[in-house]
């Protein structure tokens, strides 16, 4: 008997382009796993399909937490290095003798 073909699962492409955005090292492996979900769904590999569609997702979804991460941390560094900057120009500026 034979089965109907399941619906070909989202490429993602979106995904894909969020990595170049926000974390751009991942984009190769993401446009990679896009690429591969028509062909695979077309040979009748319907689980490879589906899995380099979440593939795909899982990699975008990663950049953007990544994206966000690194700019918390550079913020909290900018934050420190001012915070830093003022201590330090009032220490100076209390202890100097004229």
């Known amino acids: 008997m034979h089965h109907p073909r399941p619906a070909l699962p989202p490429i993602n492409a979106g995904w894909a382009a ?13 446009f990679n796993h896009s690429s591969r979900v028509f062909p ?17 997702k899982s990699l975008g979804k990663i950049s953007l937490i990544l994206w966000a991460i690194l700019g918390l ?19 100076t ?5 004229h």
Request: no cysteine; proline share 2%; net charge negative.
């Open 18 to 30: 969020a990595t170049v955005v926000f974390f751009w090292p991942l984009a190769f492996a993401a």
């Open 40 to 56: 695979l769904w077309s040979m009748g590999d319907y689980a490879g399909a589906q899995r380099a569609s979440d593939q795909t």
């Open 73 to 91: 941390g550079i913020l909290a560094l900018y934050g420190f290095a001012i915070w830093a900057a003022i201590a330090l120009d009032s220490d």
């Open 93 to 97: 500026s209390t202890h100097t003798h």
